[in-house]
């Protein structure tokens, strides 16, 4: 799918469902899963991982192993891959922001109850 995915993943909007093999880490994977969001292709896409980065730890928890450093494994794990069962993922994310400073006053009148600030 390198170097742009989103219009290789085009190609496959007509299929009911297919399979994808991602060949690298975590965080291919992650990008790849985030092209197929953003184009709403989840729901019929099947993604199987070939793990040549450096923490794989997705593909050792799906049981793909933790890493391929072998050719001649190559041809085993696309057997593996066309015998797979699926398993969901959740995928979220966790967004944070810094809360405007409080002078020490600001902070003893919300102790009080008598601030209008809100967090």
């Known amino acids: 799918l390198s170097p742009c995915p989103p219009l290789r993943l085009r190609l496959f909007q007509k299929f009911s469902t297919f399979r994808i093999l991602v060949c690298g880490g975590d965080g291919s994977v992650g990008w790849v899963l985030s092209e197929i969001d953003a184009l709403g292709l989840h729901k019929q896409c099947q993604l199987g991982v070939l793990p040549l980065g450096t923490?794989?730890?997705?593909?050792?928890?799906?049981?793909?192993?933790?890493?391929?450093?072998?050719?001649?494994?190559?041809?085993?794990?696309?057997?593996?891959?066309?015998?797979?069962?699926?398993?969901?993922?959740?995928?979220?994310?966790?967004?944070?922001?810094?809360?405007?400073?409080?002078?020490?006053?600001?902070?003893?009148?919300?102790e009080n109850g008598d601030s209008n600030i809100q967090v």
């Open 55 to 110: 923490g794989n730890d997705l593909a050792r928890v799906l049981g793909w192993g933790s890493l391929c450093d072998d050719d001649t494994q190559l041809l085993q794990i696309l057997e593996k891959l066309e015998r797979a069962t699926t398993k969901m993922l959740d995928r979220w994310s966790v967004l944070t922001y810094e809360a405007p400073k409080q002078s020490p006053s600001a902070l003893k009148e919300e």
